[in-house]
Structures are given as C-alpha cells and as structure tokens.
C-alpha cells in the first residue's frame, strides 16, 4: 500500500458522478466515484454488469462528460477542455485498445498503428516503432489490412496503436472479450509486457476475472461506487470478490423487493 | 410484405427524399416543359382560331403565317374585286386587307419595340368577324385610326414604347420613305386575348396603301364572310369564279392548318429541344436511384437475409423492394408534377417578360402530361431498382448470422471486359463514320459517343481507379492522414463512387461536348471571315431577317463609301424543292471572291449560279435549265451560268437581284456589303456609318472584327442557354453525391466513432468526407471532360465542311474542372457537418 501511494498519479477522479435521465427513470451509473490510478501499473476496473465500469472509463478517456465530479488526466482537468483539445489530448496522452472494431479497414496495419502521429502530423520515432512492433509480434504482418488478419492479431495491432504515440496512459475496454482464449493470452501479455518493460500506465475495463489477473490492482464497482480494490490478486481472490459482490447485489435486490 | 415495406419506408424517410428529390426534379423539368409548351400551343390556336374570317382571298402560293422572311409578293386585288365578291348571294361581306412585313416600331427613345422574337404585324384596321362571327380586335382606350397618319397600337406596344394615345410615334417602313411620324390615337388588343408577343400597328385602309402600295388603291388579300347558311366550302367555291388569274379563294380551315402547321413546326422545335434536356435529367435521376437502392439493399442485407431465413421467397424480397421504389416513384412523380406545373407557370412569366405572353390558363396539367409524366417518373425509379431488388432476393439466408453484413462484391473484371468491348464497338462506329461510311458521318459520331456515354457511365468503377488513386496521392500529399483516408474512401466501394460519378459524368460530358463544338464554330467563324467576307463592313439585321433597301440607299451617301452590294434571300421552289436562294447585285463578285469550278460569276437576266454542293445533290449541269417558283406563284426558267464552289457566305442557288422584281417580290435586303472609297479613313467611314445607322435598331453595321464578334456573341449565348439547361442535371448529380455520402456516413459510424476517439478532430473528419466528396466529383469531371471533348473533337471532324476548325476551350475546361471541386465540397457540407456532430461514445457503440 505504502508504494503505491508513493507512485505518481497518472489520473484521478474526485466524487464523480454520471446520471442518465431525470426524476423517477433516473440512473445513476456513477455515484460519487474518486480515486487515484497510478502511473505505471497495470489497473484492472471490474465489476458486474450495470456497476458503472464502462461509463467510468468513458469519463476517464475524455469520451463522455461526467454529471458532476472531477476527472484529471496527466495533470489537466477535463472539465475545462473544449472539443479541439479534448481531441487533442486523446490523441496525444491517451491510448485506446476496443473490445472489437479497433481498426480502419482501409488502412493497412502500419497505417492503422501509425494513425494517432499522422492525424497530429507527426513523425513516428523509427526505433520505437520497431521496438512496438517487434514486442506485439506484427513484423509480417504490417502491409496487410485488417480484414487480412485474425482476430487476436487485429486486437495486437490496436495495441500497437495505443502504445506508439507514448500516452500517458492506455484505456482497454474489455480488450480480449472476443478472442479465444490463447489469442487473448498474448494480447494480456503483451499488455503486462509493456507496462513492466515500458513502464506504460494501463487501465482495462473487464468482467473476466482471468484477464483481471493479469493487473497490479483491481478496482471492483458496484452501483457506480468503489466498493473494494485487491493488489497483485490471482484469479481465485478476484473470482471471489466477485461472488461476494453479486451476492450482495442480490441481496440487495431481494430487500428493495420485500420493501416495496 | 407489404406492411413491411412501407414501414421501411417511413423509417428511412429522410434517406429516401435525397433520392426522390432526384426524381421529382427530373419529373418537375419533364411534366414543365409538356404543360409548357402545350400551353404556348393552346395560345396561338386562340389567337389563330380567333383572327381567322370564313374565307381568304390572296395571291397563289402564299403560305399564311409567314413572317415574311422568304419574299412578299407584291401582286396586288383591286377594290372591284372586293366588289364583285360582295355582290355574290354567297358572300355577306368582302373586306380589302392591306398588310405587309417588315415594319418596325421604335420607342420614344429610339430603341426598338418588340425585338428580334415574335413579328411586327402592320395592317389596316377592318371589323372583318372571324369565323364565329365576333369581332377581331376590341378597343381598348381611345379611337381607330381614320386618315393616313393615324395609327393604333396593342396596349403593349404602346407600354413598352412609352407612348400615350395622342403621341407622334415614329416607325420604320420596308418600302418607300423610310421614317414615317404618325400619331397614336388608340391601342386595341385582340378580342381573344394573348398576344404571343407580336407588336399590332394598325392603320386605316389608305394609311395602309399608302405605306405598302405606294398609295395605290388597292388590297392584298380580301377577307370574306359568308352569308347566313353558307358553309366555309360554297363560299370559297363562289369566290373562287370571280377571281382574277394568280389569286385563290380558301377556307378557314385551310388558313387555320396552315398556321397551326406553320406554328406546329416552331413549337416542336422548341419542346423537343427543352424535352431533351428533361430526359437527360430524368436520365442522371435513374443513376441516383440505382445507386440509392443498391446501398440500400448493401445495409439491409442482413435484414432481408432475417426474412429469407423466416421463409420469404427470392422473389418476396426482391418485389418488396421493387415496391418501395414504386411508392417512391409515385410520391416523388405526383411531386414533380405539381412541381413541373408551377415551373411552366414560371417558364411562362419569364418569356413574359421578354414579351411572349402565354396565358396563365391554358397552363393546365392535362391528362395526357400527367400520364406521361407518371409513366415516365415511376418507370424510371422502378427500373433503376431492378438490379438492386434482384441482388436483394440474392442475399442468402445464413448472411443473417453473420457478423459482418457486408455482401461480397462481384467481380468488376467482367464489367471491364464487356465495357471495352463495346467501347470498341464505338470506336468502330466512329471510324466508319469518318473514313466514309453512307449516311451523314456526325450521326455514325453521335451514336458512338452516345454509346461511348453509356458504357464508360456504367464502366466507371473500373476506368475511374487511376483517377482516383491520383486524388489519393495528392489528398495525402496536401491534407495529411484525412486526404489519404478520403481517398481509401472514395476507392472502397468502386461500384458506389462510380455510380455517382457517372450522374456527373453524363453531365460534363455534354456540358464540354458543346463547349467544343461552339468554340470550333466561333472559330470557324473567324475562318469564314477572314477568308471569304472580304468587304469592309457589313449591313445586317441581329436576326437575320430583311430590311428596308432606302437604308443601303442611305448609308451609300455616306463620305467615303466606295462600291455597295446589295443582296435579298427569298425562300422558293428550284424544280419543286424548297431553297432559299439570293439574289445578288452585280457588284457582289466585285466585293467577294466566288471560286469557280466552272463557267463565269458575273451573271444577269435569266441566269443562275449553284453552288458545286447544289450541283451534285441535285444533278444541275453548267446550261441546264432550272424552273423557279416564288411567293405569289410567278414562275421564272433560269439557266445555270456557272458553277461555285461553295463556302458558308454563298447561297447554294444565287440569281441576279433585279430577278426579284419580275417575280413579283417586294424589294428588301438580307445583307448589305460595304467598301471603302479609295484612300478613305476606315475607323472615320465606320464611325460616320454607325451614326447614320443609330436611327434604325433593327439593323446594326459591323467591320470584320464586330462581325465576328456579333455571331461569337449569338453562339455564346445559346451556349449559356444549353449550360443553363443542362445545369439541372448537374444539380440532381449533385443530390446523388449528397446522397451517397449520407449514406455511407451513417454506414461507416463506428469507423467514425473509432477515428474520433483516437484522435482526429472534428475538422479534420470534415476534410476527410469534403475530401471523398472531392474525389467523387473530379472523377466525375475527368470521364466527362474527356469523354466530351473527344466526342467533340470526332463530331468535329465529322461536321468538317460546316466547321472548319477545332476549338478545344482549354479555359473554358479547366472551369469546368474547378466548378467540379467547388460542386464536391457543397455536396460534402450537410453529410460531413452530420459526421463531425456526431457523438463520438454513441458511434463507437453503434452496431
């Protein structure tokens, strides 16, 4: 605990609040979330289905506005950014890895890797390029188009993508939810690979409680609030974790149910 | 299936009114120009049907409704005539008209009224009934004339000439003095109303005489009525025993089909005209359709794949989407109908203003419009969805479980294969034309380039790939990682963007076609000019028609004018074809080079001299004898004296001028040919001609440099009419790239959403669809420059003897060029303004 308070903050988020809809229909995906993801570590954000995982990472990756709450990314708030900027810091200081549909069929795999530099008109560091590409295992594959490629080395590529720009931090939305299971092996790996090797900073939003240990840490939602967190977990503490939160959750559901 | 098709319907509203517009506006265009001109029909048969009397007499071989431009006879009945006719039991009455053409009426400041368009009619004023018995003309401020001097006005002219009854009018005569001041003493209008445009002068009898027979006593035709019971027929016939030799008495019928006929002709000339541009219009809207439908089909295959696995038939998905295009067909036709229906009544306000009135009521959709328009709009739509709807029963049913929806896209090798094919086909064709083939060698042209025009249309997804991976190439190199992905766009589906290229294409196509084909007429012009017009100045009227000889007499006077040609062209019958033929004075081979092939130019009494052309069509040989016909039925034998080799400034048939006066015609001039005395000052003789001229506006005075100027002005301006009209049918290409856009935006959300969420900003997502826009347009622009100036270029060659030389108006091209990139990024705005709003976390969700 004491060294990860040490660590540097990549991102944080103070009482963050996301609500859909108004008066009786509303929902509240977020309710009052803050914490701290450092840099450097391989952050895991669970929770069940409704818990509010997606919208947080939304609101952390500039894509969605929160209701209220703070979210800070590298040092700048978000909430004072206008659209132009906001483009311009997911295309500088953040990575995105999707769950599917990562890449623009168009474009070949360098193309699609290199993307995020040529929109901001940059140049690509030749030897960190060669250095992603060699780590995510693409040498061959980097003339051919996606709908060339199969899944997993689809899923490697926008890895690949996420990492060249050198962001702060790189957001996976449930990132091997439609590989099988050894591709998704390699791209978690890969992931873990750069956050040991690069010190890359990575927060991944899944429901899968093996790719979750892959992680440093793993933060559990329920109900859009932290309701636990596990440091360097294996997968049966996580699997754990997870029953006793779905229990609650019933638990929860069945007292609203007798109340009403 | 039904119910479910129309659901379809209202759900993709918006993306089906693109499409539709297309059609309304290809129906609005066709059912226009129907009502149109089936109104400006209806108005001349008022005003024929209205001014016609029972029965006619006049000079043989004089065609009713003519404008005169072909020769006036000057034979000439005499009131004991009118007399005699007047004392059959048959007859009611008998009145002596006198009218003849060529008069002009000029505007209190000189200009003149009425213009180069519709006729000035000038005639006696007699209340003749017409054939049902009303009057002819009615009053409508002040009296008729009654003494030389007077005249009346229709209340048009009279506004447009800023005249009040009670003002000194000036006109201008085609025989005798000149310049005649009359006064105006009341306007009158036709009782029947509408006017087409024509300018009424109105005089009474001896006015008349005195300004088209000299003052003689005399008339040139006499309108009868009959007596009561009397049919058209017995009257003509009873009339016909009392006439002196060279005249006839005719039926109202007869003078009413003449007219009609005569009319008839002009009109047609006119709505095919304007219907070939709605058909092209209607045309490019087909391209729209096929495309619309076909994207459409790509989207929903997994749809219609859901109802193939629920066990809807091929032909069930298949007919309902042929019964969406034909809802669309119907609601978009009845649309342009309406729409085409308001057009005409616009179409009619702005010929209105430049004086050919048509009246708001005959401007009526007519069952016969509605049906051709409906047939034409819904067929149209129907048919263009024809190969969408079959590959939409195509789609197989496990296409339902698939992920990615995207049918695979035949191979475009075979569309190559055929394509070239038939592009060969053309190119035979055009070769054959021009190396000699029977028949007219620009009709071989026209069909291979027509054939060409659709083939490359269809094709276009194939040719167009070098073109766009040059925009490609030069997207990336100016606009970075957007220009290169608008150009991966554009290429992605090459059957989609060559389809909206093709609506462009067709065109640019005929946009540059015309464009070549009148700058090779402006310089074949310049050709003509300066090779064969070799006098100094030239005397013409803007339209062509003749003008009084006192003015040639006048501007001969002028200092420093040295020998003057005059010439007249009367349309008549050389051995029973109609020709015009001209007459020449005996200085015109003084003034112009006439290149013999054989015998000598100068010519005089019964003599002719025919054009090589002439020769060899008709079978003349140099001595021949050769029987002419003239308006008014003299029939004059001339023998063929020489023959010319003809060129664009010489008549086929030519004869000696004062010909013209033993074949009893009114002497005009067509042209007249000016040269410089020796040693006179050209720029001080031109200024001194031109001030002479300025009192007479019907007729302008050019030196070569204005002539050339002067017909390069007319050409442009019918250039600029055909661009005005073809500029719809870049306006429906136009919503056709809107369109497809459209669609392939909210195709490709996720791919946006994607792109956006890495990091490209809402203006470079603009640049990026302006871009695909751009490639879509040029492609268009490239196929249809080259394919237009080619054809031009052949049918160049093909109309070589007319037109000397080629003109390719690289400027004018290059226009067109940058008119297609300016069309590109309008087409680009709304669908790229709609992707650039898009909110980047929905799109990433979006299926």
New interface residues.
Partial sequence: MTTQTMAASAAHTTDLRKTYGSGAAQVKALDGVSLDLYAGQFTAIMGPSGSGKSTLM?CL?A??TPTAGEVVVDGVALATLK??AL??L???RIG?V?QA???????TAE?NIL??L????RKPDPDWFELVVTTVGLGDRLGHRPSEMSGGQQQRVACA?ALISKPTIVFADEPTGNLDTISGGEVLGFLRRSVDEFDQTIVMVTHDAHAASYCDRVIFLADGRVVDELDSPDRDQILAHMTDLQEAALRRAGQAGALS | MIRLTLRNLVARKVRLLMSALAVVLGVAFLSGVLVFSNGLQATFDQIIKGTTPSGLVRAEGSASFSAGEGGVSTATLSPQVAADLEALPEVARADGNVDGFGMHLLAKDGSLVGGGGPPTLAFNYVDTPNLAGEQILELSEGRWPTEPGEIALDGRAADNGDYQVGDQVRLIAPYGELERDVTLVGTADFAAGGMAGAVLIMFDTAGAQEIFLDGADAYTSISLTGADGVSQTELAEAAAAVLPDGFEAVTADVVIEESEDAIGAFLGVISTFLLVFAVIAVVVGGFIIVNTFAILVAQRSRELALLRALGASRRQVSRSVLFEALVMGVVASSVGILAGWALARGLAALLGAFGLEVAGSRLTLDAGVVAVSYAVGVGVTVLAAWIPARRAGRVAPVAAMRADSVAAPGSLRRRAWIGAGVLLIGAGLAAAGLLGAPGPSALWVGAAALLWLLTVAVISSVLGRPVLAACRALFSRTF???G??AG??A??DPRRTGATASALMIGLTLVSLIGVLASSLNRSIDDLIDADVTSDFIVQSATYMPFPAAIGDRLEEVDGVGPVSREQWVQASVDGESTFIAGYDALFTEIYRVEMVSGEPAISGHQALISDKTAEDRDFQLGDQVALTFPGGTQIDVTVAGVMEANNTLADVAVPLDLFAEAGLARQDNAVSILLADGADPEAVYDALKEAALGWPMIGVFDMGDLGEQIRGQVNQLLFLIYGLLALAIVIAVIGIVNTLGLSVIERT??IG?????????S?LRRMITGESVAVAVLGAVLGLGLGVLSGTLLQQALSDDLTSLGVPVGQLALFLAVAVVVGVLAAALPAARAARLD??EA?ATE
Avoid at chain 1, 101 to 107: A, I, Q
Avoid at chain 1, 118 to 121: C, D, N, P, S
């Fill in positions: 939304h990756a894509l969605d659209d132009k483009t311009k997911r295309r500088e995105f999707f549909f990562n890449l623009v069929p168009t474009l193309e993307l995020p040529t929109l901001a008109g993508r | 970075g990682a957007p290169r992905l991966e766009n290429m992605r996720r791919e994607l792109l956006r969420a890495i990091g490209m900003t809402r470079q980047v976390l990433i």
